[in-house]
C-alpha cells in the first residue's frame, strides 16, 4: 500500500532519497543536499511531498508542487515528479499527482499546471488520465 506524506524535516532517509531518486529523473542536475532541502521544507509556498511503499516503508517517489500568487489568482505549479524506477507501474505516480492537487485545491489554487516530456509517455497519459488538458504554449527557458 502507497502512502504519500509531506516531510516535515530532513532526516537521513529523506536525504537517501533524493540522493537516488533525482538522478533517476536527471542526470545533470545536482542532489539537493540538507541545506537545499531545509529551505523547500521552511518555503511558505513549496509543498515537497513523498511516496512510501507502505506506513513504515521506503521512500519510492516525490514530487514538489509550489503555490504562488499572481495578479490573475494563485496558481499551483507541479515539477520534479519521480518514481524508482523499481517502483513504476504501481500508481505512485498517481498518488502523488492527485495529493498535490488535493493540496492546492485546498489552498485555493485556481489552476494546476505541470511540464512533460513528450518522451515520457506513460507519464503524459497519467496526466490526461487525472484531467490535466495539453495547451497550446510555448514554453521558454532563460538559463542564467
Do not use: C, H, K
Not at 539537493?32 to 529551505?39: F, H, K, N, T, V
Not at 494563485?74 to 492537487?101: H, K
Amino acid at each position: 500500500m502507497i502512502v504519500v506524506e509531506q516531510p516535515t524535516a530532513v532526516t537521513p532517509e529523506l536525504l537517501e532519497a533524493f540522493r537516488r531518486l533525482v538522478p533517476q529523473l536527471s542526470g545533470s542536475s545536482p542532489v539537493p543536499g540538507q541545506a537545499e532541502l531545509e529551505s523547500m521544507l521552511a518555503s511558505p509556498v513549496t509543498r515537497v511531498l513523498v511516496a512510501r511503499d507502505g506506513p513504515d516503508g521506503p521512500i519510492v517517489g516525490t514530487l514538489t508542487v509550489v503555490i504562488f500568487r499572481i495578479p490573475t489568482g494563485l496558481r499551483a505549479w507541479i515539477e520534479d515528479v519521480v518514481v524508482d524506477e523499481r517502483a513504476r507501474g504501481q500508481g505512485v505516480g498517481e498518488l502523488l499527482t492527485a495529493e498535490a492537487i488535493r493540496v492546492a485545491r485546498e489552498a485555493g489554487a485556481r489552476t494546476v499546471d505541470l511540464t512533460s516530456s513528450p518522451s515520457r509517455a506513460a507519464a503524459n497519459r497519467l496526466y490526461q488520465r487525472l484531467g490535466f488538458v495539453l495547451r497550446e504554449t510555448n514554453v521558454y527557458r532563460f538559463t542564467t
